[in-house]
């Protein structure tokens, strides 16, 4: 089993619309959670952080679901500048060596 | 602020040559990291760096690559003789702190193509 597992997607959803992917993760012992954001032929680049709380930015919510180990991005309202890949982020300790990414999930929003 | 900084953009080379990269990170940022990603998959570390010191390299093929960080601040990763399954963006990142919850902040990459 992946440390770090997503669906690599695509997936392709009209410009309005809510769309939601999941990350699972297999260490149970993993402290720190990220969202990552990643354009085409670009960097990535943080999106937001994951809390044990769940927090939200504008129409992103982040959620951490410990029992199941897995975390979740929702993008409301979607707009076609969200087009990217998605990539989930986890320390699997309380430092930061063995940061573990994910291989991202494919977002198309089309018109 | 300025970002982190990363040369060549492009790289073409063929099988069993040399190749350099160098990246200066973000000012102050004590982490630098090097990940390497092939096409469709996510940033795969090779290397951490604190300071001038080795965090991790556990998934850093030592036989043909090596990188150096000697003064702290910028840091070039070499592959000596390069293969084909080389072929990748090469990304350097730094950090302002080594804690977990410090996030991490990417250069341009250099895309490298072995022939």
């Known amino acids: 089993r992946k440390e770090v597992e997503q669906d690599p997607g695509p997936f392709n959803v009209p410009e309005g619309a809510t769309v939601a992917f999941n990350c699972t993760y297999s260490?149970?012992?993993?402290?720190?959670f990220f969202w990552y954001r990643q354009d085409c032929r670009k960097e990535p680049k943080l999106l937001m952080s994951?809390?044990?709380s769940g927090n939200e930015d504008g129409r992103f919510t982040a959620q951490l679901n410990r029992a199941s180990q897995y975390i979740s991005l929702l993008i409301r309202d979607s707009k076609l500048s969200d087009s990217a890949t998605y990539l989930c982020?986890?320390?699997?300790?309380?430092?930061?060596?063995?940061?573990?990414f994910g291989s991202g999930t494919r977002l198309s929003i089309r018109p | 602020e300025a970002g982190v900084a990363q040369s060549p953009r492009y790289k073409i080379i063929e099988k069993r040559q040399s190749v350099a990269f160098w990246c200066n990170p973000i000012?102050?940022?004590?982490?630098l990291y090097w990940y390497q990603q092939i096409l469709g998959q996510g940033p795969k570390l090779l290397i951490q760096?604190?300071?001038?010191?080795?965090?991790?390299d556990s998934q850093l093929p030592k036989d043909r690559f090596s990188a150096e960080r000697l003064k702290g601040v910028d840091s070039t990763l070499k592959i000596q003789p390069a293969k084909l399954e080389d072929s990748a963006v090469y990304l350097c990142?730094?950090?302002?702190?080594?804690?977990?919850?410090?996030?991490?902040?990417f250069g341009n990459g250099t895309r490298l193509t072995v022939t």
């Open positions: 760096f604190q300071n001038n010191g080795v965090v991790d």
């Open positions: 994951v809390y044990s």
């Open positions: 990142a730094s950090s302002l702190i080594n804690t977990y919850n410090s996030p991490l902040h």
């Open positions: 982020v986890v320390t699997p300790d309380s430092s930061a060596s063995k940061i573990i």
């Open positions: 000012s102050g940022h004590a982490t």
């Open positions: 260490n149970s012992a993993s402290q720190s």
